[in-house]
């Protein structure tokens, strides 16, 4: 029974810990007259790679939160059109600042050369319309690499919990479409469809955050709509696509899209699998005092936590055009997961003396396929 209550303190622990290891960073954009910016995108970028973990829009006053974020290392990117790309200083979000306001930046107006004009027509990454906020996914390199469900992670306004719920702008219950129809999937089982959903099979997402009445009214809470990527070329079309990326463990996937069409029919199909090892690591060191500052112990806790992913997707369908404005179509998509988790808890308690009074280590494995 001891070994029981201990092991599940230790896990109760880190439940706790994961809640209160977050952060949030407020920004604020000017003009050179001191006047507010919006629309401009603000990129959370990591120290030690550059790697993007969050994405977010300055409003009417040129302001932007990112919140729920990891402690870490960090600095911001700011970019927006007819504006030169402007870097902030670096910051840390720890437990003893788990929240930063950034300095107000000022963004300097983008040199004009009129000797050459270019006109390249490309969507930015990042899209504020009227109703929705809208992720060009296949336009920015920034996404490569990347699953269905890392791009949402980063995604503005958006927040997923260590029990994979959405939540869009603070609401949750939101829904998810693909492709304009709503998902039969739900919690576990379509975050996991989204880990093994590659980011080249994705064309957009919209982010809907107050939907109109032509939607179903459980989409109050907020709607994110999935887009997929087809190919409008005539004749036989077909690509091959594969990553490779590389953390503290190796990501890498590869997959086939094939396409016919002509002036009445399209058949398509495409199949993706993909391999990540994702790590949640978690270190707590806590020094324990008397109401009189009188130092009694301390405890150290270590849980270090594994998640192989192997995923496959595929999709078949075909659509068929009696006339410009009409389409019939149909398409079967399918997708399997398998997921190992393997978390590893080392706890050791210090007495007044720091000498270690007793250890606690326990192994958890849990498969699910």
């Not at 092991?7 to 949030?24: E, K, N, P, W």
């Not at 849980?303 to 068929?320: C, E, H, K, V």
């Not at 190992?340 to 250890?359: C, H, I, L, Y």
Request: net charge positive; aromatic share 10%.
């Amino acid at each position: 029974m001891k070994a029981t209550l201990t092991f599940v303190f230790c896990i109760a622990s880190t439940l706790i810990s994961y809640a209160q290891s977050r952060g949030t960073i407020f920004t604020q954009v000017k003009n050179t007259q001191q006047k507010p910016l919006e629309g401009i995108t603000v990129q959370l970028l990591r120290q030690k790679d550059s790697a993007l973990v969050k994405l977010a829009i300055t409003d009417a006053e040129g302001k932007a939160t990112l919140v729920s974020l990891a402690f870490g290392d960090y600095y911001l990117r700011y970019v927006g059109n007819g504006f030169e790309t402007t870097y902030s200083a670096p910051f840390t979000l720890s437990e003893q600042q788990g929240t930063y306001q950034v300095p107000p930046q000022t963004l300097q107006p983008q040199a004009k050369d009129i000797g050459a004009v270019t006109v390249t027509a490309k969507k930015p990454f990042i899209q504020r319309l009227s109703d929705r906020t809208v992720l060009n996914v296949e336009s920015s390199i920034l996404s490569a690499g990347s699953s269905g469900f890392e791009l949402l992670e980063r995604a503005p306004g958006v927040v997923i919990d260590q029990n994979d719920v959405i939540s869009l702008s603070g609401k949750q219950g939101v829904l998810v479409m693909i492709d304009g129809k709503i998902s039969p999937l739900s919690g576990a089982d379509l975050a996991n469809y989204l880990r093994g959903l590659p980011s080249g099979s994705i064309e957009r997402i919209d982010l809907i955050t107050n939907p109109s009445a032509k939607y179903d009214a459980a989409g109050n809470a907020g709607i994110i709509d999935i887009r997929l990527k087809k190919d409008q070329r005539l004749g036989t079309n077909g690509t091959l696509n594969t990553f490779y990326g590389q953390g503290v463990y190796a990501k890498v996937g590869a997959g086939v899209t094939l396409n016919y069409r002509n002036k009445k029919v399209n058949v398509f199909g495409s199949n993706n699998t993909a391999y990540r090892k994702g790590l949640n690591q978690l270190l707590l060191d806590r020094n324990f005092y008397t109401n009189a500052g009188q130092f009694t112990g301390s405890d150290y806790k270590d849980n270090y936590g594994r998640f192989p992913i192997l995923s496959n997707n595929f999709r078949i369908g075909a659509d068929y055009f009696p006339s410009k404005r009409t389409v019939i179509g149909i398409v079967l998509n399918g997708s399997g997961v398998g997921i190992e988790r393997m978390n590893d808890n080392n706890a050791v308690v210090f007495d007044q003396q720091g000498k270690p009074a007793s250890t606690f280590y326990t192994i958890a494995t849990n498969n699910d396929f």
